[in-house]
């Protein structure tokens, strides 16, 4: 079939919005009609050439939510019909890590992925002929894409897919590091830096866990003022003082679990010193750039901190996405106040400007 989609021709340049084909799927695939798709920094981190392990051509986009219009061969956990939330991180609930509750690393399909095919080692997508690779396993930034069964999560028709989409990335990426890496326990003092979609999901989750005190930092009275309303019990804005400024909140102690979530590798040693003697966890969610490494005393490990870090939150999707898309229709999270700018397919690169300018938290493509 022939669809429209957002491709990376040259790193960068603006997208190109073409015409390409999608071939039907094979074995153990889906195609999916994209209702809406988030712009995550991911994609611009790519298409700017930053990261190394970059490709083009590719259609960028990870953060879709859409409808199943057709299933292949073998499928038999979702039915055209079914809404799905797309998962660059899969869950084939057979693998080692899948039977492991300590990781959502899936070993599955990592090295099709990351070369950008199938799990085959073939792509769908294509223009005159010439293969065109799919990124991260979504490319989402298309009016259909084709995807791995064990790469969708089925969630609650009831859902807007406008929304449900933020749960593919950031939004899960921020709660999963309260809930499953940190486990913050209920009755604790927390401390998250960055108040981007991570860092407020970050807040979210430790809300849901019960944390007594959250304390926020970022550089924005603004997104300080979003931190807020998702559950922030005190805000902070952010400077090389912030640790000293975290231990005068805390008797001294510091806080039982610190969140970073910028990439900037001077504020992941500002959540490791800010996080509590004999217990405090630091969660590290930022992506660093390349080369980049993280500075700490090992006087703050050796008195008992501890630091972790995960991807995707260490959110099994299939199973856990659904869930958090319940509580969002629960009216637990407040998923409406991070969409601030909805664009069409066509204004792609304008999602990138946005972002660039820190001009509100998600802008969300809207296919309909
Ligand atoms: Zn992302
Ligand atoms: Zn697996």
């Given at each position: ?17 073409q ?7 094979r ?15 991911t ?69 099709q992925?990351n ?12 223009r ?27 969630i ?21 590091a ?14 998250v ?27 924005s ?60 966890v630091a969660?590290?969610c ?20 501890r ?8 959110v ?29 397919l066509?204004?792609?690169n ?19």
């Amino acid at each position: 079939m022939k669809i429209r989609a957002a491709v990376l021709e040259d790193f960068g340049a603006p997208l190109e919005v073409q015409e390409l084909d999608l071939a039907e799927p094979r074995a153990g695939e889906v195609l999916v009609r994209l209702v809406a798709c988030g712009v995550c920094h991911t994609d611009l981190y790519t298409a700017s050439g930053a990261d190394p392990s970059g490709y083009s051509p590719t259609v960028l986009g990870h953060e879709g939510a859409g409808v199943v219009e057709a299933i292949g061969d073998g499928v038999s956990d979702v039915e055209p019909g079914d809404h799905v939330v797309t998962l660059f991180s899969p869950q084939c609930r057979e693998c080692e890590h899948c039977h492991d509750h300590r990781t959502n690393l899936c070993l599955a399909i990592r090295e099709q992925q990351n070369q950008g095919h199938l799990p085959d080692g073939t792509t769908r997508l294509s223009r005159d002929g010439e293969p065109i690779r799919h990124f991260m396993g979504t490319s989402t930034f298309a009016e259909y894409t084709v995807m791995p069964e064990i790469a969708l999560a089925k969630i609650d028709p009831e859902a807007p897919l406008d929304r449900a989409c933020l749960f593919a990335c950031g939004l899960s990426t921020g709660i999963g590091a309260a809930m499953n890496t940190a486990k913050v326990a209920p009755g604790s003092t927390c401390v998250v830096i960055g108040a981007g979609m991570v860092g407020l999901g970050a807040v979210v989750g430790c809300r849901l866990q019960g944390a007594e005190r959250i304390v926020c930092v970022d550089l924005s009275g603004e997104r300080l003022a979003l931190a807020r309303r998702h559950g922030a019990t005190q805000e902070l804005l952010g400077g090389p003082d912030i640790v000293e400024q975290i231990l005068e909140l805390t008797g001294g102690m510091g806080a039982d679990y610190t969140f970073e979530a910028t990439g900037n590798v001077n504020v992941m040693r500002q959540a490791v010193e800010s996080a509590r003697m004999g217990w405090g966890v630091a969660t590290i969610c930022g992506v660093a750039g390349k080369g980049e490494t993280l500075d700490i005393v090992p006087r703050f490990l050796i008195t008992g901190r501890r630091v972790a870090g995960s991807s995707f939150g260490g959110v099994k999707g299939r199973d856990q996405v659904p869930q958090f898309v319940d509580r969002y229709l629960a009216g637990e999270i407040d998923v409406d106040s991070f969409v601030s700018h909805k664009l069409t397919l066509d204004d792609v690169n304008r999602g990138f400007d946005l972002m660039e300018a820190q001009d509100g938290i998600r802008s969300v493509i809207d296919f309909a």
